[in-house]
């Protein structure tokens, strides 16, 4: 029970450390540049300026395989870390990790005296979350990212036709809609800022758009590319496309719901099984088991 309380405390105590560090220490560097007005100097430093760039020197020296490179730098993407700093800086945040984490695991053994197979077991499982929690919290973010952009996909591809049928191109209408997105969906605004960036620096209209589904990672979104490419190349209506397709998605958000909905019995069997089922027998069948303990077995034995 001591063990399991303290590894408790351990991962709530890292946990809340790295999010404390992720929100305040990560990218500050445009803020101190915006305050003073200049680039930053060496006696300006602001202390999580260097932090940053000991993860970068960490994270530069971390041995990598280019296929895990290649994979890791797109899931940053699709987490929204599009810094070039941003493969080192989350090498080396798992570097640190699965150096600080069995180094504490250390110290609290020796601090607590555990035994030799608690020590090593609590060695274990912290270097296996430092190796593996900040995969899983960008696996986090990724999955966290996309539902945003999923949930704003539907209104955006509403303004899309609204834009496009009103009379704008469609370079016009992306422009529009990241504009009106701004506030309220700003993920999604900000990938269809820079596929607006992209195409004016002279990209082409398909191959931004390829690149808006490949950053998202969405199977709608890439649905989505793939029928305003082939509209484009083959000179079909783009309104009409896009009233088409904004038809089929709500559709599919219909079917979506009514798939959830279906599999609420099923979800339901556990809690109902393991929560209420238990209270329901103590509630009904306690007051008989004690009136047996306390009225019939003493009547059947005589006492």
């Known amino acids: 029970m001591v063990l399991l309380l303290s590894v408790l405390i351990f991962i709530f105590v890292t946990s809340l450390l790295a999010f404390i560090g992720m929100k305040f220490w990560v990218s500050p560097q445009n803020v101190v540049e915006r305050v003073m007005g200049e680039a930053r100097r060496a006696e300006s430093r602001h202390p999580s300026l260097a932090f940053r760039d000991a993860l970068m020197k960490l994270g530069s020296y971390?041995?990598?395989?280019?296929?895990?490179v290649s994979v890791t730098q797109k899931r940053?993407?699709?987490?929204?870390?599009?810094?070039p700093t941003a493969l080192k800086m989350f090498l080396g945040l798992k570097a640190l990790a699965m150096t600080a984490l069995p180094l504490s695991a250390w110290f609290i053994c020796g601090h607590f005296g555990f035994s030799s197979e608690s020590r090593f077991i609590l060695l274990v499982m912290a270097a296996g979350l430092?190796?593996?929690g900040p995969g899983e919290a960008l696996n986090f973010l990724v999955k966290r990212r996309r539902k945003q952009i999923a949930r704003a996909l539907p209104n955006a591809l509403d303004l899309l036709v609204v834009c496009v049928e009103s009379g704008l191109g469609l370079?016009?209408?992306?422009?529009q809609v990241s504009r009106e997105l701004q506030k309220g969906y700003k993920e999604l605004s900000s990938e269809f800022a820079i596929t607006n960036l992209e195409m004016r620096h002279g990209k082409r209209r398909a191959e931004?758009?390829?690149?808006?589904?490949?950053?998202?990672?969405?199977?709608?979104?890439?649905?989505?590319v793939s029928t305003l490419i082939q509209a484009?190349?083959?000179?079909?209506?783009?309104?009409?496309?896009?009233?088409?397709?904004?038809?089929f998605m709500r559709l599919l958000a219909r079917q979506r719901a009514?798939?959830?909905?279906?599999k609420i019995g099923i979800k339901l069997v556990f809690p109902?099984?393991?929560c209420i089922l238990p209270s329901l027998f103590v509630v009904t069948v306690g007051p008989v088991v004690v009136r047996i303990f306390t009225q019939l077995i003493p009547m059947m034995t005589g006492d």
């Open 62 to 68: 971390v041995p990598a395989s280019p296929a895990d």
């Open 76 to 83: 940053l993407y699709n987490a929204g870390f599009r810094n």
């Open 130 to 132: 430092g190796y593996m």
């Open 171 to 175: 370079d016009q209408a992306i422009v």
């Open 208 to 224: 931004a758009l390829r690149n808006l589904g490949e950053r998202t990672g969405l199977d709608d979104m890439k649905k989505l």
């Open 232 to 247: 484009d190349r083959f000179g079909t209506s783009i309104a009409q496309t896009l009233r088409s397709h904004a038809e």
């Open 258 to 262: 009514e798939e959830k909905a279906a």
């Open 272 to 274: 109902i099984f393991f």
